[in-house]
């Protein structure tokens, strides 16, 4: 069974440009949540797709969004990129079932560098 | 605001030692979920507990929850170089908006 995939691996931008990441979550995962992980502020919750919908966000800047295709593949995209933003993007996927109890289902992420 | 702190936040120790890592919070959570995370590579779920003062063991890992559901503790024996790596706890309160509450991880080297 594949993993969730996320595209690409590596990316150096510079600030003032934007970004799109993109993540493929295992078959049948309908939940995407994506997270900012930096070494000072650990892992960071940016927003949760489910059925094309935004169902949870963090508290991000509006430089941050999202968006889930029929399909469950999700993306994000940060416009305006500062210096701030380089960190590892993950993105996690899930069932969706009671209890919520689900276990997160990590890509590998994409490491963003901002120049 | 829900807190999880881990501690310690970095921790070496040599091969064949013991371990405990704690994750702690004055919040109740529904759930607890321990994840490894190695260098280069997602966070990859160990173990979820779900019952006040329930134990689980994965190979040489041992998990507790808490009894009041507020901490929960990771006790490795005999640590081998292979268990290096990012420990994160992650707990989950079904009346949170369903977010997941991160700790910062405490970061484990054992050395040959």
């Known amino acids: 069974k594949a993993g969730v995939t996320q595209t690409p691996r590596y990316l150096i931008k510079t600030r003032g440009q934007q970004v799109t990441l993109s993540c493929s979550p295992i078959?049948?995962?309908?939940?995407v949540s994506w997270y900012q992980q930096t070494p000072g502020q650990g892992l960071q919750f940016l927003f949760e797709?489910?059925?094309?919908?935004?169902?949870n966000k963090g508290n991000f800047p509006g430089r941050f969004s999202g968006r889930q295709f029929s399909n469950s593949r999700s993306e994000m995209n940060v416009s305006t990129l500062e210096l701030g933003d380089s960190a590892l993007y993950l993105c996690?996927?899930?069932?969706?079932?009671?209890?919520?109890?689900?276990?997160?289902?990590f890509g590998d992420g994409t490491r963003l560098s901002i120049l | 605001t829900q807190l999880l702190e881990q501690s310690p936040q970095f921790l070496s120790i040599q091969e064949g030692e013991n371990l405990t890592v704690y994750c702690n919070s004055s919040?109740?959570?529904?759930?607890l979920q321990w994840y490894r995370q190695e260098p280069g590579e997602g966070p990859v779920l160990l173990v979820t507990?779900?019952?006040g003062g329930e134990v689980k063991k994965l190979k040489r890992l041992t998990f507790q929850f808490g009894d009041a559901r507020k901490d929960s503790s990771l006790h490795i024996t005999a640590a081998q170089p292979g268990d290096t790596g990012l420990y994160l706890c992650a707990g989950f309160n079904a009346g949170n908006n369903r977010k997941l509450i991160w700790g910062l991880g405490t970061s484990l080297a054992v050395n040959p």
């Open positions: 797709y489910f059925s094309e919908t935004q169902r």
């Open positions: 996690a996927s899930s069932l969706e079932g009671r209890g919520f109890n689900q276990p997160q289902h």
């Open positions: 078959s049948g995962h309908r939940s």
């Open positions: 507990v779900v019952t």
């Open positions: 919040s109740v959570f529904s759930s």
